[in-house]
């Protein structure tokens, strides 16, 4: 580290944690980098929570006149949240919100997800403006720093637009609010050099006819190259045109620490269509045909675009057979009703009368139709990421045309692409707004290829920031991809304001430098990040950053995203190492093996590995793969061991049954804290290998209330009345019904037949009596399989990189469940939702396997009279239910047998991970913080998996059970 940052960092020590100021090689790197093409690793990376931490390190920062630049979830793609300097990370905190007149204000803080916010207004029937492509992943500072918009927004509903109040921090710590009239008051008297300069400003730029008439053309387009220079003609006060300008600067005029949005209405009934053109010109014809028309959002995509997500499951055959040069606009069209719905069809249907379609124009209301339109569209952008060539990248140029001009725009800019050697360019956009973005493959690698697309470039800039006085950059910010290029788009006049405008805030020049602004014209060019092939399973990862949101490792170590870029440095620099490419200097080798050291905890170690990473990932990456594999070539002296572990499963899981008996002893004699003093003094003294015992270690599960399922011979007395040729019996009870009972094999989990209700809790039942006493109120025969105490699906072994044995328990327990089934025949419920998902993926199709959820759902609801507990009760839709697409089930199940269902916001996985809550619990601890909180009130809790249960309890506060113990609360037999 340089010796000024050394000093900063000392500084800092006086102002914030150590925890959170981070200066390793590895974290570093994986903090330092984001959704674009280009790569810098900072020096320091500071985790401030709240805006005085905030305030102290800007100050300290400022003092050394040290470069700073603030990064919320990194999503963005023109390279502005990268910095050699200090990075400032929002990482936790920062997510307090306020919704206000009803939900048609909301106030947000920057590090609340855009979709968080539309989930907050939705009871109101409302929703925030922008609505990009990364909603889900993207926080609310980079949507205000960026003025994103997306395919709804258009230049109406931006953050521009829809700014109510903002509080912010100025580069020398200074903090306004523009909400609180003293704050407001304040600074206008210690900062009225900088209000009367804007003032200023606005006056000259107004008077300037010809500028002035320039700005408002731009902004008639979306526009997010330069500054928003349309605050100087919209606005004459200066602090108005301070928040506005804000708005869009990227980080490079201050830090937004709340900023408060008018809403806009959410119509709830939605209708899309997808119309097919012959040629582009149609189709653009056709997009100025809409422009007048009540839609919500027109999607253009070309040929090529259309090409590229053909082949994809559930696609619509029609992709195939549309002749070369065909485009398509998808039609979005919402309103308060069905009536008004049909109304603005008619009128979408009137506009288009007279242009040739290739087919007649039919729009769908059908929910699952509809979903596969949008999906269409939002895997245009992932197709290309999915099929490019290894180490190259994924470019995304985003330019806006006038749209009266958008169709010879469009061939221009497709020709010149053309030209330059790029024929794998795929096309897409927001028509209405002559948005259009081209996306291709990119490789900086080899010879001539950032030459090319520097000339690529040039020619682009030109063409449309110039001939077609469009904009370069239309909602994607300006980064320092674009900044070379700003005055050539705005003329000198107005590049030059914009450099008054930065000196005003900045005069040092310390926020996110070379951002919009820079003399370095070949800025874009460098700092390329280097993209080399680590692993098959990640290879294709354009590092976008969606996976984040959902990672339980997010605020402990790294998150999936991260996870791949130090694997891609490691593959670096071990080619680099072995002599495949340039040889290693004595640092890169010290730097190699500190990577490698670290990454073992950071990368590996914390990897819950549940896989949700996948469901929000473009190209579908599971991260969770590549883990495992690291975790099988570590672990690979431990075969044999794991072997015999398998062979021998239920002597391990009595081993289990008895240390759990053990521990509850001692707690008896020791109670909570002693005892969970003890289990923390032998975890650590382990190094990890013993478990953490935890208030909520459950007691021992009762396994003797299988015995009257034994297979035959194990119990001849309990087995007199079992059907020939079964693997298991009824209960004895249950032979009053024996004719007529539907049947169903019942495969407890070895977690289940290991933890049994928890030492507090007033339901003493385990989840296997929970579960027994359930099928027999709903008229079920149950089935257990032959060996059930020897049976696992092999995901314990699995998570570990065990894969032989994991294999071999998977077999095993497909042949008992065929014989158990009679082939299939039979469903087939296991307790433990996790466990379901792994046997779905492993086992015989001919098998009907259940999780509870679905089982519940589908099959004991109707067997079952309701009446529903009156009390809040909480939810924990598991990772494993959220990747079988059983959420809502899950909601709709618990809503039916209570009063009240809370299902806390932003906890994802548990971190539980099937033993990591006992051997990494501070994973565990990281990713449920603040679930208490959301859980108070309720009495207790309810998921599908025994493990993530313990973990619940211990940090939600209260007891968490199976989901199948509410719906036995609330049921009855049908009388």
Not at 100 to 115: M, S
Not at 812 to 839: F, H, I, K, W
């Amino acid at each position: 580290m340089k010796a000024l940052y050394s000093e900063l960092l000392d500084a800092l020590r006086e102002v914030l944690p150590a925890k959170r100021l981070i200066s390793d090689p590895l974290r570093t790197l994986a903090y330092g980098s984001d959704a674009s093409f280009y790569r810098l690793i900072p020096q320091l990376v500071v985790r401030p929570r709240d805006e005085q931490e905030l305030v102290g390190v800007l100050r300290e920062c400022h003092a050394r006149r040290l470069p700073v630049t603030f990064r919320a979830a990194g999503t963005s793609l023109s390279g502005q949240a990268v910095t050699d300097s200090v990075l400032i990370q929002l990482n936790q905190g920062w997510g307090d919100y306020q919704v206000l007149d009803e939900g048609r204000a909301i106030r947000l803080q920057p590090g609340v997800i855009g979709a968080r916010a539309n989930q907050l207004l939705a009871p109101y029937g409302r929703k925030i403006g922008p609505d990009p492509a990364s909603i889900a992943s993207c926080m609310i500072g980079g949507i205000a720093a960026n003025n994103a918009s997306g395919m709804c927004c258009g230049t109406a509903h931006n953050s521009y637009r829809t700014l109510r109040e903002m509080r912010l921090v100025l580069a020398d710590g200074t903090v306004l609010d523009t909400a609180d009239p003293a704050s407001v008051a304040a600074f206008r008297q210690s900062h009225a050099s900088l209000i009367d300069g804007l003032e200023r400003l606005s006056v000259t730029t107004r008077t300037d006819v010809a500028l002035a008439k320039r700005i408002r053309h731009k902004y008639r387009l979306k526009n997010t190259t330069g500054y928003a220079l349309n605050s100087l003609v919209d606005f004459r006060d200066g602090l108005d045109i301070l928040t506005h300008l804000m708005i869009g600067s990227e980080g490079t005029l201050g830090f937004i620490s709340s900023i408060t949005y008018a809403t806009v209405p959410d119509e709830p009934v939605k209708a899309a269509a997808l119309a097919f053109f012959p040629d582009m010109a149609t189709t653009c014809r056709a997009t100025i045909a809409l422009k007048q028309a009540p839609v919500s959002a027109v999607e253009l995509m070309d040929r090529a675009a259309l090409r590229s997500v053909q082949d994809q499951p559930g696609m619509p055959e029609v992709l195939k057979s549309l002749p070369e040069g065909a485009a398509a606009l998808l039609i979005d069209v919402r309103g308060d009703d069905a009536a008004m719905v049909e109304a603005r069809e008619a009128a979408v249907h009137e506009a288009l009368e007279g242009i040739r379609s290739l087919e007649p124009l039919s729009f769908t209301r059908d929910a699952d139709q509809y979903a596969l339109y949008w999906k269409i569209r939002k895997g245009l952008f992932p197709a290309v990421g999915a099929v490019r060539e290894i180490g190259t990248t994924v470019v995304i140029e985003d330019v806006a045309f006038p749209i009266e001009r958008l169709d010879e725009g469009v061939l221009a800019l497709t020709e010149t692409f053309h030209r330059h050697g790029y024929r794998d360019v795929i096309l897409f956009g927001h028509a209405l707004e002559g948005n259009l973005h081209f996306v291709f493959p990119q490789g900086f690698e080899r010879d001539g290829e950032v030459e090319r697309y520097q000339a690529l470039m040039d020619d682009v800039a030109q063409l449309v920031g110039v001939e077609y006085g469009g904009s370069l950059k239309a909602e994607h910010g300006t980064g320092r991809n674009m900044a070379p290029y700003v005055e050539l788009e705005w003329g000198a006049d107005a590049y030059a304001l914009m450099w008054q405008i930065k000196a005003l805030f900045d005069p040092d020049n310390l926020l996110n430098p070379d951002v919009i602004l820079s003399r370095n014209k070949t800025l874009h060019l460098e700092n390329l990040k280097p993209l080399p092939a680590a692993d098959s399973l990640v290879d294709k990862c354009i590092e976008c950053g969606f996976c984040e949101s959902v990672c339980p490792s997010k605020n402990l170590t790294l998150t999936p995203r991260q996870r791949i870029v130090v694997r891609r440095e490691l593959a670096r620099l071990d080619a680099l190492e072995d002599g495949t490419s340039t040889a290693a200097s004595p640092e890169e080798r010290e730097r190699l093996t500190r990577l490698w050291q670290d990454y073992a905890y950071q990368g590996i170690e914390t990897c819950a590995a549940d896989g949700l990473c996948a469901t929000q990932c473009p190209v579908g990456i599971n991260t969770g793969d590549l883990v495992r594999d690291l975790r099988h070539e570590r672990n690979t002296g431990q075969a044999a061991m794991a072997h015999r572990l398998g062979r021998h499963f239920s002597g391990t899981t009595r081993l289990a049954r008895g240390a759990l008996n053990l521990a509850s002893l001692g707690h008896a004699v020791l109670g909570d804290r002693g005892t969970e003093k003890v289990g923390r003094t032998l975890h650590q003294g382990s190094g990890g290998r013993l478990p953490q015992w935890s208030p909520t270690t459950p007691k021992a599960a009762p396994v003797r209330v299988l015995k009257p399922f034994a297979q035959d011979g194990a119990n001849k007395e309990t087995n007199k009345g079992a059907n020939a040729g079964s693997r298991g019996t009824r209960r004895p009870d249950d032979s009053r019904r024996q004719g007529s009972r539907d049947k169903v094999v019942y495969l407890p989990s070895c977690a289940t037949r290991v933890f049994g209700a928890g030492h507090r809790d007033p339901e003493a039942r385990s989840d296997m009596e929970l579960t027994l006493a359930l099928l027999d109120k709903a008229g079920l025969e149950v089935i257990i399989p032959a060996i059930s105490g020897h049976l696992c699906c092999g995901m314990a072994f699995q998570s570990k990189g065990q894969y032989a044995e994991a294999d071999h328990k998977a077999r095993e327990l497909n042949r008992e469940l065929l014989a158990a089934s009679q082939n299939g025949r039979y469903p087939v419920l296991c307790d433990t939702s996790p466990c379901t998902l792994r046997m779905q993926e492993t086992l015989d199709a001919r098998l009907s396997l259940q999780e509870p959820v679905a089982f519940a759902h589908d099959h004991l609801l109707p067997r079952l009279d309701l009446v529903p507990v009156d009390e809040a009760v909480a939810v924990h839709v598991t990772c494993s239910s959220t990747r079988m697409g059983l959420a809502d089930k899950f909601v709709a199940l618990a809503r039916a047998c209570a009063r009240e269902v809370v299902v806390p916001a932003e906890i994802t996985c548990c971190g539980f991970a099937g033993d990591k809550g006992f051997t990494t619990p501070e994973l565990n601890a990281s990713a449920l913080e603040g679930l208490a909180a959301q859980v108070e009130g309720c009495e207790v809790g309810y998921s599908n998996s025994r493990t993530c249960e313990i973990g619940l309890s211990q940090h939600g506060g209260i007891p968490y059970r199976s989901i199948l113990s509410l719906l036995d609360r609330a049921s009855r037999a049908p009388s």
